[in-house]
């Protein structure tokens, strides 16, 4: 059986003041707490970093995630892919 890949999403962010952030593109999350979320997408991994962060909402159909805070400090990108692949990345799709 072949797996169809989803052709990618386009990647943007829209910042509401400090406070509200759309990102879309979103692949995939990787960790998220009150003073960081770090997700992936198709250009790399991105981290938000702030206070009083919360997801409001996430679609993985169209990767899409909405997050607010008391306050959005700061967002870098790395070139990091997520690995994929292995028994591991099977079993958890």
Do not use: W
């Not at 870098?76 to 099977?90: T, W």
């Amino acid at each position: 059986m072949v797996e169809e890949k989803k052709p990618a999403a386009p990647h943007n962010i829209i910042m509401e003041g400090r406070r509200k952030m759309t990102v879309t593109g979103v692949t995939e999350i990787d960790s998220f707490d009150e003073q960081s979320v770090v997700l992936f997408c198709e250009t790399g991994e991105l981290a938000i970093r702030g206070t009083g962060l919360h997801i409001n909402r996430i679609d993985v159909d169209t990767g899409e995630l909405s997050l607010e805070g008391e306050r959005i400090d700061g967002l870098s990108y790395a070139d990091n892919l997520p690995v994929r692949g292995g028994i591991l990345g099977r079993l958890f799709r």
